[in-house]
């Protein structure tokens, strides 16, 4: 192992195997563990853990970042390591287990995490497993490709098991920005002033005497898979630059644009790629998860800087640009996800917000983590941390699902994340709706029509005036908010019969 | 009228009736007005102008800070002057014409307005009218009972109508502290930090041109209406001061707690007055209304400092605290409501948020605008603001309302306004649930023991052990989630048959 990946020398006598890591963490722990959307998450100790509890069952508190590689939720899962687990997921498997009820899932916003920590609300931690770059001589850890909660986690735990991981390049030393807000009440404010400010330390400082262990691991992060931007995704990407084009003809933005955050996906991925051709320069990112699309916009020069949680790419992007990350490291910055998704830094800097519905209601109310309202599909993310705090909040979806089955827009969403009060703009592959100060009952007439699929659309109106017959600030026919949902569970398809004879 | 009341003696000039001032007012204008919570509104010209409105018809869009005194927006809406309604209001015939959909009501965390009338998204303004207790030598208009929007409405409005109230007391000035966050997205830090932080000016400075009449008035606010604390709000005040006691007695609170809010209402006062009888001291208040209840605590020296955007006092109250504010003003100040309920400021200081619901369901969701999904009652106010940035976000209300007709924790609620992953604490008069770091189930359970009336929790606990069967992260029987409250509209009660025999 090159010398330069444990500057501190005492700590090369805590190398260890993974397995004897993972014998450290016993039955009942609380566990923090680096990982953010498949970056930097730790990867030979939590399969190590998940290989003993075959032998030695035991259950933990499992608190990440956010996702992990495709994985390690999984093989946890599978076993039965997990008793809880924070703040959010993206694994089917783990899914399923949750939705049955097996593994008790808080699904919190990820820059409350640490808050919750450091109050004694959540924890006391006893692990965090941690994935680094490298260790400094001063004991400085170095994150790898995500910061997540690391930094915090590490400080906070009583002890820590390092991931030296040497498939990750040396070189990613310098770009984390490591700043950690004082204790409250006596908080300072952030200085976080602009996209590319550095207010921290490249490094997690902690006490080598908490290293309980060291894991030498060469793995790289699962690459992230997007689907190829389709008819959908595109005719988003075109409403919403159109929509970027009018603002600024109203001299509401100039062509930089505020700076923007994107959440993961396709869709987003379309949108920042439909950035590339419009008249827009000068753009700066404020995000979460910086994708392909944000180094395409580098590589363009239309994007001057973009700072994030995390670098979650493709495999081919992946090679490319962790190849040369030196060629990028002067317009990147990852922080901690509580400064990344920090809603002084949000509502500060006038973050123009772009994140994805499941579902949304005629009123403009965004479901985004539920179906039917009842089964968890990944969690609430980041996208309530920048939703309420947005200058724009957008919210995106396909206007259909499962072929056609599913309307993306309802009467009332079966589960709400996103209340009417923290959305400004809802966009599908239809067209896009803009609520700024609209009252409910023109905000419905709005995203009618402009938003819903032409095959519900009348039968979306139809439930409309027959809300309003009845009358209310936000009419509705209480008795038939959610028969769209009930329908689908039944007959397989949210249309009704009326409608079915139509299409 | 006192030489000190308007310092700027060419304004003398200016000096109109206030018929003279409602004549300036256009068919289709935006109107800024002082008020927040009856405290400091305009009351000479707003009802000037629905004296004209009945010869003169015509229409406004009304932006306010919060709630006007009790006779404003009824006349207003009698005169049909109201075309469109932000962010807030309270009253039975304005709220009457909002349900009617004939007042377009725009519901927004009281914190935002000015934002969006800063970068273009609302506006422009053509008036704002503005209750002031004085002007100064450099045209600083210096406000009442209350800032709540005026600063920034007097700064970007076209025009001023400004309402000298000599019925308030002169000693109103240097209560307040006037200061405006910069321009996005190049914004500085609110500099806020601590309750007792003063970081601006003592009045609003305007260009004096932009003044167009300046009208004299002697009226009081219109005092607050409390009910006497009853068996249900005592319960609850001593449900939250002993839960504040355990959370000194894990270490978490020390005995001044941390800043408080509370919202408006008979149950926050109720919770206020129970802490001057506990063991906490040293306490400070970083909220927006301040009600008769702080006083009483400033009296006792239980707290320290109070920081608000408005004092709304009870008749008997108002005489006595207004009649000696100087005895007051070195332990209180009153800010623009965006300051007041900014989150950045929110979160740093740590606050304990507690506001009222109308109802809650067995996940924590909270509902504290519209009964039935439709019929709006105030808006969502301030609690937006709080809830979500809250170190504690506590929500209260009572386990039934309409004399048992209807219990405040049903399935699922009507109307979402604060979502399971802003609400950390939930109390009736039955008890306290608290529900973090908790999964839904295991809320469900936390809420059905102790917040539900035991009239309903039986039928309750059916609801979500049917629930259970069908499963998922969040389990619903969807065809029945909102059955509760469509059997109160046929029925006239939320109780089912069966509960009904029993009770
Ligand atoms: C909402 C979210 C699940 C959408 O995911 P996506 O991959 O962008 O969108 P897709 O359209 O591909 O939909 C994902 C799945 O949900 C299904 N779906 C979409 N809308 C649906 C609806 N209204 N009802 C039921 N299922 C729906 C799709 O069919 C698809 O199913 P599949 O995986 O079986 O093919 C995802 O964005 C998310 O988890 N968001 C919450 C977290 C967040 O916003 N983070 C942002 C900061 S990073
Ligand atoms: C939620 C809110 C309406 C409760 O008001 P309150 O006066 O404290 O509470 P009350 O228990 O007296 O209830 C008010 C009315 O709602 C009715 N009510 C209460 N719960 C109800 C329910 N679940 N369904 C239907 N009606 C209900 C009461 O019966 C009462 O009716 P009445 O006026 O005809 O007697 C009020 O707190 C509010 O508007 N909150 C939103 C704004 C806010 O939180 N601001 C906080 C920052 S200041």
Chains 1, 2 share one sequence.
């Not at 060291?214 to 008819?231: G, K, M, Y």
């Not at 509401?252 to 051709?277: T, Y």
């Amino acid at each position: 192992m090159p010398a330069s990946r444990i500057r501190l020398f005492p700590l090369l006598d805590r190398i260890v195997s993974a397995d004897q890591a993972a014998s450290l963490v016993e039955d009942g722990m609380v566990v923090g563990m680096s990982g953010f959307t498949r970056a930097g998450d730790a990867k030979a100790v939590p399969l190590a853990m998940a290989r003993r509890a075959q032998l030695d069952p035991f259950k933990i508190t499992l608190v990440t970042g956010a996702s992990l590689g495709k994985d390690v939720d999984r093989v946890l899962t599978e076993a039965h390591v997990l008793a809880r687990r924070m703040p959010f997921q993206s694994d089917p498997t783990l899914r399923a287990a949750i939705n049955r009820g097996e593994v008790m899932f808080i699904d919190q916003h990820l820059s409350e995490t640490v808050e919750h920590l450091r109050s004694g609300q959540l924890g006391p931690m006893d692990y965090a497993i941690i994935e680094a770059a490298a260790i400094t001589e001063d004991c400085g850890i170095v994150p790898t490709t995500s910061v997540g909660n690391s930094a915090s986690f590490a400080i906070l735990a009583k002890k820590l098991i390092i991931e030296i991981n040497l498939g990750q390049p040396a070189e990613l030393e310098g770009l984390h920005d490591i700043y950690i807000p004082t204790k409250r009440p006596t908080r300072e404010p952030i200085p976080v002033v602009s996209c590319d400010s550095r207010i921290g330390l490249s490094s997690v400082q902690v006490d080598p005497a908490k290293i309980a262990a060291i894991v030498v691991t060469r793995q790289s992060d699962s690459p992230a898979v997007l689907d190829a931007p389709d008819a959908e995704t595109n005719a988003i990407a075109s409403h919403l630059i159109r929509f970027f084009g009018r603002e600024v003809a109203e001299g509401r933005l100039d062509l930089s644009l505020n700076p923007l955050q994107a959440g993961i996906g396709n869709i987003a991925n379309a949108v920042l790629a439909g950035l590339a051709d419009g008249p827009f320069h000068s753009l700066r990112m404020y995000s979460e998860v910086l994708q392909d699309s944000t180094f395409d916009l580098l590589d363009t020069g239309k994007l001057l800087f973009a700072s994030g949680s995390s670098i979650t790419l493709s495999a081919a992007y992946a090679e490319r640009i962790f190849g040369d990350i030196n060629r990028y490291k002067d317009r990147l910055v990852l922080r901690p996800q509580e400064i990344s998704n920090h809603p002084e830094v949000i509502r500060r800097l006038g973050i123009i917000a772009i994140n994805t519905a499941l579902e949304f209601d005629i009123y403009g109310n965004v479901n985004s983590t539920h179906v039917n309202g009842t089964q968890m599909v990944n969690g609430i993310g980041g996208s309530g941390d920048f939703a309420r705090n947005a200058y724009l909040s957008i919210f995106v979806t396909k206007s259909l699902a499962k072929g056609g089955a599913i309307s993306s827009v309802v009467p009332m969403v079966s589960h709400v994340d996103h209340t009417e009060h923290d959305v400004d703009i809802l966009v599908t592959d239809v067209g896009l709706a803009d609520l700024r100060e609209l009252a409910p009952r023109e905000r419905a007439r709005a995203i009618i029509a402009n938003c819903v699929h032409r095959s519900y659309r009348a039968q979306l109106n139809n439930y409309f005036e027959r809300a309003l017959v009845l009358g209310g600030h936000t009419p509705h026919v209480l008795g038939e908010a959610l028969s769209w949902h009930l329908r689908r569970q039944t007959t397989g398809t949210m249309m009704d019969s009326a409608n079915l004879e139509e299409n």
